[in-house]
């Protein structure tokens, strides 16, 4: 028996001689750590303090963040409504009431709305679409002039009279009206139906098919964040969705409002996340007081467990707070990896003591013999476990980095209360002796004997398995795209990916900062060029060409249409007044019908003759409803018309001073914003990242930000795995002092990841910013494991499969692969990643368990001095 050994028993027997003051005192400390995390807990959810800002590219976005400081942290509202009208002045309406909450809301745009594109959105098209548009409106000039002289249904049916009466005079043909015809009897019918109606005047004057970019419309806010809370933008994003409910802009009234972007993308996963929490949580508890009980076969052990597990979060938790100050996405992890490896450290001290409990005369006599027998080994677990988690401390990845601190000093909270602790509490709850004649797993000894006959066979096996796991290794990917990790069905992302078919509207851009506005132009043609790049806008984009050209065209359209807009609308009719006017209108429509040639025109005719009979023998309150289908987008699309014809030439000198500011930086850099032809997938991305950065290398942006920080994290996992190694090799070389040992017990651990990770290729199940947070547990699983069982060997343990050291290695496993593969139960796609990587790697770590690892320790060791405990 060595020294460090006796020590912890000597601990142990102290701990239960005193067992209520250790308790005692165990309650004072963690009354301590609640009472310190209530006082000084705090809590970031913003990711971008989760990597090193010294990282180039962090640099770069730290960068663009400070040149453009109004473009972070946004929230798009996106309006679609069921008319072009509609969305517009759903949109509008929206804006405006949100810049009445400046407490809420630094920032309020309108990136295709508001008075600069509503008076100047003609010359901002093509010169073909500017003639197109002006020649209709030209064409229409009658009808708008009937209309802005009665804007309501009383004007409509007056307007469609006149046009009627041009086709009764041989002036036009029913057929060219019949869109019209249709679109007023479908409105109409639905009207009468009691069901909500729309109209779109704009869409009848264009003459041209709705597509979505002419019924969505946008808004950016930024909104005030609040970190200390889990969802920060949640205060915000309330307010946007009760400002709507109160303009009426729900689907109801032909407005949908959704909210997508960086905040409620964030937000909303820790939505989805609790979704599922009562499930994951319940099915958690059930497996982890299952199994725990399976284990021990004993009620008070297993509430000792349990209570020991919770003091040591706690603790935990506030020792973790006073060194690193606030928790973050990643750190709040160390909860599963305590819970873990903590229960590990408590299942092999009580199922050990239930076996020593069979030959030992008393509780006392039996948890210090427990203490002696496997302190060492325990200590030696936490040791390396720990050393492997403070490994992540020099890496760029600062999340993981925190997280490995908080961990690191969790395993020593964890082994000392196991054996201080825990010994006292069971004997203060009086654990009973094992409900059984063998505490060990004597099912098991038909294995150890083939193990022992087939030892060269399963080696070999074991071999070849790690063979073709390496094979598969290149086969193993990383997601790099965070977004594929958000549960598709939650607002935000549901919004993303229908913006994704909206050829105008993207987050997948890429921003490129020119050193000044002449520099601009060139760098955006060569990067136009690109064949990864659909389009490329910066501020010279809202400069127009061919200005003279299409304000002439405005100009011939404002001669025509302009006058008889500026009219004072008629006084509203009477309810029988319209009736009337609905009776003669229905009959001049059969009326044409009648001498049409075209049947399908004077289908449409008669159709909207009938819906109009049908509506003057209505309810008032019908008739209303059907005028408010038409005029409410009537005086919206009469007001645009209103201001597109008051265009004036677009200059440097009188853009918008918001525009202006969002396409160039106050030390005179300007912006260009790129955006992608392809984004369907991680490979696309990647490809357009690397075709901007071939033009502009230091572009930042999404596409680039996440691929970069994607292979940051892969390089600190992969940078803390060789540290953690070497650290731990290190420790086990200075305890075992043997290299055969050392060799014996770290073999296990990389054949397991070696199987781990081969699967996953094969599967392929890809390592992903949330799973990948699995791997320093399953890591610290597998080394405490093979030390537990190398120490025993050394100890002259000779049928390990039948061990009690077994029976804990087991139901440790079983409870930490049923606790945490739980996850696989969520909705959500990224914590179903992690509990899918947990059941693998647990049930490759067992079959390792009871295969490898006693084919590996089949021989006896050389007997030295330093392999005894």
């Known amino acids: 028996m060595s020294t460090g050994t006796s020590l912890i028993g000597r601990i142990v027997a102290v701990s239960i001689r005193h067992s209520l003051l250790v308790l005692v005192a165990a309650l004072a400390l963690t009354a301590a750590a609640v009472v310190y995390m209530a006082r000084n807990f705090a809590m970031t959810a913003e990711t971008s303090q989760l990597i090193s800002p010294t990282l180039d590219w962090r640099k770069r976005g730290i960068e663009f963040d400070k040149a453009f400081p109004q473009l972070q942290g946004l929230t798009m509202i996106v309006v679609d409504g069921v008319t072009p009208e509609l969305a517009d002045d759903g949109a509008r309406r929206l804006a405006a009431a949100l810049r009445q909450q400046p407490d809420l809301f630094h920032n309020v745009r309108q990136p295709d709305g508001g008075r600069f594109f509503e008076r100047n959105g003609l010359l901002l098209l093509s010169i073909n679409d500017v003639r197109s548009l002006t020649d209709a409106l030209i064409t229409v000039q009658p009808l708008l002039s009937a209309l802005a002289s009665d804007p309501s249904l009383v004007g409509v049916m007056k307007m469609l009279n006149v046009v009627l009466n041009g086709i009764r005079d041989g002036n036009a043909k029913l057929l060219d009206i019949e869109p019209q015809l249709t679109a007023l009897s479908s409105t109409f019918e639905k009207a009468v139906a009691g069901e909500p109606a729309y109209f779109s005047w704009r869409t009848l004057v264009t003459n041209n098919a709705v597509v979505p970019r002419d019924t969505r419309r946008l808004i950016l806010v930024q909104p005030e964040m609040d970190y200390s809370q889990l969802r920060p933008g949640q205060r915000a994003s309330d307010a946007i969705r009760a400002a709507a409910r109160s303009l009426g802009l729900d689907p109801a009234h032909g407005v949908t409002v959704r909210l997508t972007g960086q905040v409620p993308l964030a937000d909303e996963e820790f939505g989805s996340l609790a979704d599922d929490a009562g499930l994951i949580t319940a099915a958690m508890a059930a497996a982890l007081l299952g199994i725990l009980w399976l284990a021990v076969r004993s009620t008070r052990i297993t509430i000792a467990i349990l209570v020991t597990t919770l003091i040591g979060l706690l603790m935990t938790a506030a020792i973790g707070l006073l060194a690193v100050g606030r928790f973050n996405l990643i750190s709040v992890a160390f909860i599963p990896l305590f819970v873990g490896l903590g229960v590990d450290f408590s299942i092999q001290f009580s199922v050990r003591s239930l076996a020593e409990r069979l030959v030992r005369p008393n509780l006392a006599a039996a948890l210090v013999a427990t203490g002696t027998a496997i302190g060492k080994a325990l200590a030696l677990s936490a040791a390396a476990i720990g050393a492997g988690f403070f490994a992540f401390l020099p890496t760029s990845y600062l999340g993981v980095a925190e997280l490995g601190t908080i961990a690191g000093l969790g395993m020593i909270v964890a082994f000392a209360l196991t054996i201080v602790l825990l010994p006292a509490f069971l004997v203060l709850v009086r654990a009973p002796q094992a409900g059984m004649k063998e505490v060990g797993f004597t099912m098991l000894a038909p294995v150890d004997d083939f193990v022992r006959r087939h030892r060269r066979a399963v080696l070999l096996g074991a071999f070849l398995a790690g063979i073709a796991a390496c094979a598969l290794l290149p086969l193993l990917r990383f997601d790099f795209n965070p977004l594929n990790l958000k549960s598709p069905k939650v607002e935000s992302m549901a919004t993303l990916r229908d913006l994704r078919h909206d050829p105008d509207w993207s987050l997948d851009t890429i921003n490129v900062l020119a050193p000044s506005l002449a520099d601009a132009a060139p760098l955006a043609r060569r990067l136009a060029a690109l064949p990864e790049v659909s389009r490329v806008v910066s501020l010279n984009t809202f400069l127009p060409e061919q200005q003279k050209e299409k304000l002439v065209l405005i100009g011939d359209a404002v001669d025509a249409v302009a006058p008889v807009l500026d009219v004072e609308p008629a006084k509203p009719a009477t309810d029988a007044e319209l009736q009337q006017r609905l009776g003669s209108t229905a009959t001049a429509l059969r009326q044409a019908a009648a001498h049409s040639p075209d049947a399908a025109a004077a289908a449409s005719a008669r159709r909207l003759a009938d819906v109009l009979d049908r509506l003057r023998a209505a309810t008032p309150e019908v008739r209303a409803a059907a005028a408010s289908a038409v005029v409410t987008p009537l005086e919206i699309m009469l007001d645009q018309v209103r201001a597109e014809l008051t265009a004036r030439p677009i200059s440097i000198e009188n853009l918008p001073h918001e525009l202006i500011a969002d396409w160039t930086a106050v030390d005179a850099r300007a912006r260009l914003l790129v955006l992608p032809k392809d984004d369907r997938d991680n490979a696309a991305l990647r490809r357009f990242a690397q075709a901007v950065q071939s033009v502009a290398p230091d572009a930042t942006g999404w596409p680039i930000s996440t691929a970069a920080s994607g292979a940051s994290i892969v390089h600190a996992f992969l940078q803390a795995g060789a540290y953690s190694f070497l650290a731990i090799v290190a420790l086990l070389a200075a305890v075992l002092r043997r290299a055969r ?103 490759w770590e067992l079959l390792v368990t009871l295969l490898f690892r006693p084919a590996l320790l089949a021989q006896p060791p050389a007997r030295t001095t330093g392999a005894t405990t």
């Open 741 to 843: 040992d050392v060799v014996l017990t770290m073999l296990p651990v990389v054949l397991s990841g070696l199987l781990t990770f081969g699967t996953c290729a094969a599967l392929d199940l890809p390592l992903n910013f949330t799973n990948i947070i699995a791997l320093p547990l399953l890591f610290g699983v597998g080394v405490a494991f093979n030390i537990y069982f190398v120490l025993a060997w050394r100890a002259g343990e000779t049928a390990m499969l039948q061990s009690s050291l077994m029976r804990a290695v087991v139901f440790s496993a079983l409870t930490t692969a049923t606790a945490f593969g739980a996850l696989w139960l969520s909705s959500h796609p990224g914590t179903a990643s992690m509990g899918r990587l947990l059941m693998i790697s647990l049930a």
